[in-house]
């Protein structure tokens, strides 16, 4: 058993989508458009199955009166906390934090050894989610 993808509401979708390609190398099908229900998705695929990214997916959403979940960004919260994306090396993950901070994206977590051994900074994308970069 394996988990097929995750998702994510947002309010800006097209950002979001090109974010996910632009600093994490996804790809993405075509739009989903559900003009009846006021739906639009892509789906992201981060790799192919047996190597990094093991085919992982990441379903991008947006519907009409979906409201926000009020908390601040990058506010920790119960439920769903963060997505940890495995980006190669530590000097990978340096420099992709860097990169992202020089974008203009907040890093909330500088690139350290966690407690349980892992090499991760942590970032937000464009809706505030927590981004957890680590290495393989």
Same mark, same amino acid.
């Given at each position: ?5 995750m998702a994510l509401y947002t309010f800006q979708l097209e950002a979001m989508r090109a974010f996910y390609i632009k600093y994490f190398g996804a790809t993405s099908n075509e739009k989903y458009l559900n003009p009846r229900k006021g739906f639009a998705s892509y789906f992201l ?8 990214? %093991? ?53 909330? %977590? ?17 809706? %505030? ?8």
């Amino acid at each position: 058993m394996r988990i097929d993808h995750m998702a994510l509401y947002t309010f800006q979708l097209e950002a979001m989508r090109a974010f996910y390609i632009k600093y994490f190398g996804a790809t993405s099908n075509e739009k989903y458009l559900n003009p009846r229900k006021g739906f639009a998705s892509y789906f992201l695929s981060f790799g192919q199955e047996g190597t990094p990214g %093991g085919g992982a997916r990441l379903e991008i959403m947006q519907k009409e009166q979906v409201p926000a979940h009020g908390l601040g960004a990058g506010a920790e919260y119960i439920g769903l906390t963060h997505l940890a994306l495995a980006v190669g090396t530590r000097p990978e993950v340096d420099a992709l934090t860097e990169r992202l901070r020089a974008d203009g994206y907040p890093v909330v %977590g500088e690139p350290r050894t966690t407690g349980d051994g892992y090499y991760e900074s942590v970032v937000l994308d464009p809706d %505030g989610n927590r981004l957890e970069l680590v290495a393989e």
